[in-house]
């Protein structure tokens, strides 16, 4: 039986899989919206804007 992947003690709900309640859930949403998540992209390759006259 698989487990919580964010307390990884309780076997998951059906409900809020494949977490194991709905505290999850949400832990991991806040998670996403606090970019604590990231797929890295590629390097940014733009130059940086040096107009600076001196």
Known sequence: MATCPICRRAPA???YK???SKRCADVDLQRWFAGSYAVPGPP???PPD???EG
């Open 13 to 15: 709900d059906p409900k």
């Open 18 to 20: 494949p977490f194991c």
């Open 44 to 46: 940014d390759e733009t």
């Open 50 to 52: 040096d107009d600076r």
